[in-house]
């Protein structure tokens, strides 16, 4: 039986052994270089996530002509018309509202007390001038006895200094009279310009006291025709604020007109209180749509004021970030690299903020930047959809 089976020769033995370590060989290459190909691919994973990936942005056009600030309108000239007389209102011949020419009578004052003082300064004038003459005609005579060796020069220097003290008397009493006869005539209360009736704080019969403190005046007259309106400008912006600028504004019973404005001056000084400085605008108002002590929204134009020739952008408020060195933002420049700017506010519009400098337009700015992020740091930036990232 044993003789029956086959027999390998030691030739095929070998070339089975040596098949058989070739195919161990591929095996453990193919696996090796699977493992290194992972290792490859992790790696390159490795390195893909210590990239950083931030959202950016591109900054929009800065809106020069759009710094809107709260203002009041005030007529051009106003004037409160208080009684100079004491008495009782005896008429009032205007209203509020009515116009009114420089010199005309707004109303009238019945002042007895003071037409018989009047009457008793006359009185005493008459009698000092006619001492004063008496005095004057004791001096010259006199002074002629004088020559005559009649009196001695004593007795003619004392009738000389009679006569001045009866002048100035006289002068007294005559300038008494001219005080009450002013006081007289303010019992007619005139309009003091050309201008509007704005309020009047009287009646018929009321009792009028020219020194007892009244708190508001008989009437108030405005000249309407011109009016200042009145802006407090940040002390940030103060510095742009040149002569010449104009400025439109709205106002709320008009929301659909736009006016003119021009500055006219500015305090050059920034209040204490508020922060802000003070600058006058004038406005024509022959039409007399406006009101004077009206609220307007006033439009300054700024342009070209942002300094050094700098085009100012806007950026979102998240985009800054605050380091030792003052504040900046992070701009992705064209391989991805991070740069960090140093930049300056010209405006807080709340979400957005203008800069003057420091960026331009066509840069792309990271929006929300990490705390830690670096100038050259690589990152993977997310551009907006459809390429648009300027803001404004």
Known sequence: MLDTLPKTSPQRLRRLALIG????????????ASRLMAGQDLKKTSQASAVTTVNVVQPGGGEDAALVLPGRLQPWAEAPVFARTDGYLRRWYV????PVKAGQVLAEIDAPEVDQQLVAARAALATASAQRDLAATSAARWKRLVGENAVSQQEADERQGDLA????????????????????AFKRIVAPFDGVVTSRDTDQGDLISAGGG?????????????????????????????????????TPELPDQTFP??????????????????????????????????????????????????????????ALLFRKEGTAVAVVDRDNTVRVRPVRIARDY?????????????????????DAIANGDKVNPVRPKGGAGARG
């Open 165 to 184: 003290a009866r002048e100035a008397m006289r002068n007294e009493a005559l300038a008494n009279v001219r005080r009450l006869e002013s006081l007289t």
């Open 214 to 250: 009244r708190p508001s005046p008989l009437f108030t007259v405005s000249d309407t025709r011109r009016l200042r309106l009145y802006v407090s400008v940040p002390q940030s912006l103060a510095g742009q604020i040149r002569p010449g600028m104009t400025a439109t504004f709205t």
């Open 95 to 98: 209203d509020i509202g009515q």
């Open 21 to 32: 370590a070739a195919g161990f060989v591929l095996i453990l290459a193919a696996g090796t």
């Open 261 to 318: 404005a021009r500055l006219a001056r500015s305090a050059d000084a920034v209040d204490a209180q508020s922060g802000a400085m003070l600058v006058q605008l004038e406005v024509d108002n022959i039409g007399g749509q406006l009101k004077p002590g009206a609220y307007a929204q006033v439009s300054l134009n700024l342009k070209g004021a942002t300094g050094a020739g700098t085009a100012a952008v806007r950026v979102p408020a998240n």
């Open 350 to 370: 709340g979400a957005d903020l203008e800069l003057a400098g420091g960026v331009a337009a066509s840069d792309w700015i990271v929006s929300s930047p990490p």
